[in-house]
């Protein structure tokens, strides 16, 4: 039995004593009469043609997430979350090579047939600081270090015990232990770890300062990857305009004496409903022997929805990129392009293409979403010509 297994049975003990056994099963049923039951489904076409040997993609799936929330007693909540992820219509021509489906036959969609536990946690929360321990979504400033990845129609999911803090006004203070990391590929390439994660953020007159410390210890491969990090996030008014601004700077080391730094520097302007961004990411290479990492992010997010970079090339990556996104009838729509270079020139590697990105999404009705997207990237020295195109409709309740 690990140690998050223990810790789980003992916060359960600690939680089914709060008072004599009558009192404890009017507690409980207190809380179960007043659950609610949530739910959402995700309907999603998605297309991938490469420029290689691989036959190109599709699939059509329909994700399923039912899940209930139990009503609060003395601060004391749990919630349960069932998600399952399905082919539709027999539309099945992909591969996904962690779970051995059809590799290399086709492109990569990654998004196997799946029915798991989502979420199961137990929750203790005041006004001030909220706990809960068991698996959990758990997400950090944006994804770029600590996601959920749900764009995948299996959204990564973390074993852990977590505790947000507010002190005081402006301030929040983030630990997380991970013992387990869910990822999307179902239970086929789940990581059991021992990660370590630390955040605090303050809220100051030219914005929010979050510093950070992530350590990340691999118990799959022995690895280990410490990351130490600052960032300043904020907007300021100009006449009837918001000027947007975005500066991060972290530091990388492994215990294989390899480090990287990474920054961000993004600045943009939003006016009459339209926003516009012109932004720098680096992601630093050690002498073009190791990239910069961000294992547990929501890589879709970031470097291209062509998901060409979900693993940074040892060359390091650097991504220079402007953005535009704005209302468009009952909708929001989004353009963006990239222009990718490496970090550290070789005699083989120095241009790593160009991506173009689109979305226009929109919801309708109370409860009902949909969209398309597509990414289009274009090849240089790394990978190959890939042209992606997706088409959802959702529904919660």
Not at 75 to 92: F, K, N, P, Y
Not at 230 to 250: M, N, Q, R, T, V
Not at 371 to 389: C, L, R, W
Request: hydrophobic residues 40%; glycine residues 10%.
């Amino acid at each position: 039995m690990n140690k998050f297994n223990k810790s789980l049975i003992a916060l359960a003990v600690c939680a089914s004593s709060f008072g004599s056994v009558n009192a404890s099963a009017d507690i409980l049923t207190e809380m179960l009469e007043g659950a609610d039951l949530y739910g959402n489904l995700r309907l999603r076409y998605e297309t991938v043609d490469q420029d290689n040997a691989l036959d190109d993609a599709s699939a059509l799936t329909l994700r399923t997430r039912i899940g209930f929330n139990t009503a609060e007693v003395n601060g004391w909540s749990a919630t349960v979350e069932i998600e399952d992820s399905r082919v539709v219509l027999g539309e099945d021509e992909f591969s996904v090579p962690p779970s051995g489906f059809q590799t290399g036959e086709f492109s990569v969609i990654a998004d196997p047939e799946t029915t798991e536990l989502d979420q199961g946690f137990l929750k203790y929360s005041t006004d001030k600081i909220t706990a809960k321990l068991g698996r959990q979504v758990f997400t950090l400033d944006g994804h770029r270090f600590i996601g959920h990845v749900g764009w995948r129609q299996d959204r990564q999911t973390f074993d852990a015990l977590t505790v947000v803090a507010k002190p005081a006004d402006g301030i929040t203070l983030t630990g997380a232990f991970i013992d387990n990391r869910n990822r999307i590929f179902a239970e086929d390439a789940d990581i059991n770890s021992e990660d370590f994660i630390g955040n605090a953020s303050f809220k100051t007159p030219i914005g929010k300062v979050t510093g950070y410390a992530y350590l990340l210890e691999n118990e799959e491969n022995d690895s280990e990857l410490d990351t130490y990090g600052i960032s300043l996030k904020g907007s300021a008014p100009i006449g009837d305009a918001k000027f947007l601004y975005h500066a991060e700077y972290a530091t990388q080391e492994t215990d294989t004496d390899f480090d990287a730094d990474y920054l961000f520097l993004e600045g943009g302007v939003k006016v009459s409903g339209v926003t516009a961004k012109l932004g720098y990411e680096l992601l630093g290479s050690d002498d073009g022997q190791f990239g910069f990492s961000t294992p547990l992010a929501t890589l879709h997010k970031f470097n291209g929805w062509a998901d060409i970079f979900l693993g940074t090339p040892a060359q390091g990556l650097e991504d220079t990129y402007v953005s535009l996104s704005g209302k468009i009838g009952p909708g929001t729509a989004t353009v963006i392009y990239h222009e990718f270079d490496v970090d550290e020139d070789s005699a083989a590697i120095s241009d790593a293409g160009s991506e173009l990105d689109l979305q226009y999404a929109f919801k309708f009705g109370k409860k009902y979403s949909a969209g398309i997207k597509a990414a289009f990237y274009s090849a240089d020295d790394i990978a190959v010509d890939t042209d992606k195109v997706w088409v959802w409709v959702a529904k919660s309740f």
